[in-house]
């Protein structure tokens, strides 16, 4: 098993447990089953493991870390479920099982995601005192609610609802990826690094600039492997982009371009990793999966 | 102009300029106007306003109640704009005007919910610290996430889904009630209350008390204007309770008994209201409008 491959096993398996955990705190009943449902199909759980990888860059070495990497989760989680719904992309397969809608149902799915936005605020503001202050609990909520708000992944989702059957230029297509996916996956790096009381301004820039390299890159590759890999190995339909005439990073340089851009961009987030008071290793791991992942 | 009419126009005109403003500050765009189109359409305001009364009735004096009411609008928007979509109640007008999803489509129409669901959270993190203390946002956060989540509206309206087409019993309705409408009514009240540093325990029992009942009377009136009103007067189709065959207090109870209890339940409100340390007289305002509103 290769260094990443045994990081993520290992995170998942503790992440998992707390994920679990805090949504069975909530009860029983079709609604949270329908929650519990989305955030268990799996994923690589990438933007949690960011969390912990990017607290660790900053020396923390307790597990501040575990409320706001569920959060996000919970955050990923609702938007994978309305982006599903049949309004948005009519997707019924995600991770290789049925969408949440095509499997409880319309309503429940629209309200599960909803849920979903409000218990990852509530789980920060309730997170224990001696792990984060209310100062850093404000922090995470800020950087959380704005990455995912108005001025980032809902606006990126109905830019790129707004683009379909467009062709889009290079900046235009870059401007709705670092707003539907980048910037969660730059407030993942954000709350890792709030998780130090005292993290430097000098840190966190370049901790943004880490996390809009890596999901750049990250959609670079799913384009490609769009293209390149098969249904089975995705997941989800192969060939989807093309079929739904998508503009894509491939589409726009050509896939050799692509696979070079994807490797300069990498190279540019190896940049930013630099001088950080802790142990960068596994966020220079998660680079180097985002770059060599195949599914 | 009664009291409680003139109160609610004056609090409309500086509430409505603040929360047009917060949507504004976001920039333009699709997404952002059928977020603005939704907050804009008017409706009566209340729950803003209990923010502002329960805000006045534990001593406060300057604005510190205007962001959380500014937030509890624009969640109870989302679950509007959530809630009237073809997979929830499928509704065509909301006071009397097109629905979101009818005016700017159904993808729109979900993203601008959810965003809505983040920029009332934002809004309070972000709040002048001036007027809100780190621990008070945080009161005001948890107060609001745990109304509107799995524990409250979306608990609420999954039940209320779960229920169509079957006979409920009183305490059945009740319940549902008291999660769908009541919990975010409730949270007005906190939310007013938590604008006062020191708020003691007993008044913030009181002012949780004094929002289930008022919560409770409103939509026992709700029910008896589904019957007594017109479409005209409510802004919405009259009878449609009764078409879609819904539980409620007066088919349950009876209409002459459901008045008796809406007269009850506002007597109990008034009860709660002996004893705060600042001026309770909107908070009376309200208890009595919601008695006596006609649609």
Same mark, same amino acid.
């Given at each position: 098993m290769s260094n990443i491959a045994q990081i993520i096993d290992q995170f998942k398996q503790e992440f998992e447990l707390a994920l679990a955990q805090e949504i069975k705190s909530e009860g029983s009943g079709s609604l949270l089953n329908a929650a519990h449902y989305s955030l268990m199909v !799996?994923? &690589?759980r990438i933007r949690p493991l960011l969390v912990k990888a990017a607290a660790q860059a900053v020396g /923390? $070495? $307790?597990?501040? @870390?575990l409320i706001p990497a569920v959060a996000i989760e919970m955050i990923h989680t609702y938007s994978l479920i309305h982006d599903d719904l049949p309004a948005m992309d009519? #997707? #019924?397969?995600?991770r290789g099982q049925a969408t949440c809608h095509r499997q409880f149902g319309e309503a429940l799915a629209i309200l599960a995601g909803d849920g979903l936005q409000m218990k990852a605020i509530s789980c920060i503001a309730e997170a224990d005192r001696n792990l984060l202050s209310d100062v850093q609990k404000l922090q995470q909520i800020s950087s959380l609610t704005k990455a995912s708000g108005f001025s980032g992944m809902v606006a990126g989702q109905a830019l790129d609802l707004d683009a379909e059957g467009k062709v889009l230029g290079l900046d235009e297509i870059t401007n709705v990826h670092a707003k539907k996916t980048g910037a969660l996956i730059v407030s993942a790096i954000e709350m890792g690094c709030y998780c =130090? +009381? $005292? /993290?430097?301004e000098d840190v966190l820039d370049k901790g943004r600039k880490f996390g809009q390299t890596i999901g750049l890159a990250f959609q670079v590759i799913d384009d490609i492997l769009d293209i390149e890999s098969s249904t089975e190995v995705l997941g989800k339909p192969q060939g989807a982009d093309i079929e739904h005439k998508k503009s894509t990073f491939p589409a726009l340089m050509g896939l050799a371009e692509a696979k070079v851009y994807a490797q300069k961009l990498y190279m540019e987030s190896l940049e =930013?990793? &630099? !001088? @950080? +008071? !802790?142990?960068t290793t596994a966020l220079k791991s998660i680079a180097e999966f985002v770059l060599s992942r195949n599914h």
């Open positions: !799996g994923g &690589k /923390v $070495n $307790n597990t501040s @870390w009519d #997707d #019924d397969l995600r =130090q +009381p $005292n /993290v430097s =930013q990793l &630099k !001088g @950080w +008071p !802790g142990d």
